[in-house]
């Protein structure tokens, strides 16, 4: 009997492992293919005449959310190459959308949509026509723009600074970069009038100390009757990079002319910060890795991981048995760099043999 008890159990446990990594298989293959790209809160609106068609703003909505996708993953000079393009094809890469919000006021009809893009859609149709997107994240820099008038000799860093004043004017829905402006103090105004004739080469530390922050931009807006020279000092992961832009016939007490060198400025520093993130679709490897299956939450934080990590394509369940389970992973980098991120995230691995093992 006790013979009989055994095998018994041993057989409920074997099913129960099945059904364990059937429902992992399902679960996971279910998420995998449902990492998208959500656009939330776009606000769409159309006068409520006889000729009114709901699927038209719909589709307007589409069109606003793509700009906005593309806004946020490539540069702003691949966005120009597809800009403009089939309304179907836009329709073909959308998994989902939803309405959050409609109502009718002066005759006037308002929607706030949500869409969610297919991710992997998107990528495709970013790879054929040769554009490699971006990870859309979100950063933080310290930004200090001073005005150098070449004339008189003089430093604006805060007073009379047109470029420090409408900085925020208009913000961005799309823009990744958070820009954090430093506070008006005398003594840095002070201190770096004392620095006007070096102020090209000068690293502003004493300045970016005073913020927690590791990463800044410095812009010298160089100024004289005929020419307005911005050189960008960009400082991130301790990599300096400069960026030169020149504009004739500025006239920096015009704020329609300002809020225009603003918008400049911020496209520079938005494009420098997606080449930053670049992903190279091109580069797929595929990693092979197996998880012991009495650990069940370690299972779903894998997963979880899994599917917050960009550069991960794809992910699926090769097979199972009643010990493990056989993930196979599609990764858009190199070994080294999927284990740097899995680091990241607490995740370790043996990696002695072909199939590594989650640790």
């Known amino acids: 009997m006790k013979i009989d008890h055994n095998i018994n159990y041993t057989k409920l446990l074997y099913i129960f492992f099945i059904f364990l990594s059937l429902s992992l298989f399902f679960f996971s293959t279910n998420k995998s293919f449902s990492k998208s790209f959500d656009i939330e809160n776009i606000d769409i609106k159309r006068p409520f005449e006889i000729n009114f068609n709901k699927n038209e703003v719909i589709d307007e909505g589409f069109r606003e959310a793509y700009d906005r996708l593309l806004s946020l993953i490539i540069t702003s000079n691949d966005k120009k190459k597809i800009k403009k393009i089939d309304l179907n094809k836009i329709k073909g890469m959308v998994e989902t959308f939803t309405i959050k919000e409609e ?14 893009f297919n991710r992997k859609k998107v990528f495709s149709f970013l790879e054929n026509n040769n554009i490699f997107p971006s990870v859309p994240k979100k950063k933080k820099f310290l930004f200090i723009p001073v005005i150098i008038n070449e004339n008189n000799k003089t430093l604006l860093v805060f007073y009379e600074n047109k470029i420090y004043d409408r900085w925020d004017k208009n913000l ?35 300045i970016i100390r005073k913020y927690s922050l590791r990463d800044s931009i410095i812009a010298l807006i160089f100024k004289d009757d005929k020419e307005l020279r911005i050189l960008s000092k960009i400082s991130l992961n301790k990599n300096n990079i400069l960026k030169n832009q020149s504009y004739l016939d500025v006239n920096l007490n015009n704020d329609d002319e300002v809020d225009d060198i603003i918008k400049d400025l911020k496209i520079i520093y938005e494009d420098y910060w997606k080449n930053f993130n670049q992903i190279n679709t091109s580069i797929r490897i595929t990693i092979n890795i197996k998880v012991n299956n009495y650990n069940n939450k370690k299972i779903s934080n894998f997963e979880k991981v899994l599917d917050e990590t960009d550069l991960i394509y794809n992910y699926f369940i090769s097979k199972f048995n009643k010990d493990f389970t056989y993930y196979q992973i599609i990764f858009n980098g190199l070994p080294n760099i999927f284990l740097e991120k899995m680091s990241n995230r607490n995740l370790s691995f043996n990696t002695q043999n072909k199939i590594w093992i989650l640790k």
């Open 103 to 116: 109502k009718f006021i002066d005759e006037i009809y308002y929607v706030n949509l949500g869409v969610s």
């Open 172 to 206: 961005i829905k799309s823009n990744l970069i958070e820009y954090i402006l430093p506070t008006e103090d005398l003594e840095d105004i002070n201190f770096l009038k004392k620095k006007y004739d070096v102020v090209e080469q000068y690293d502003f530390k004493e």
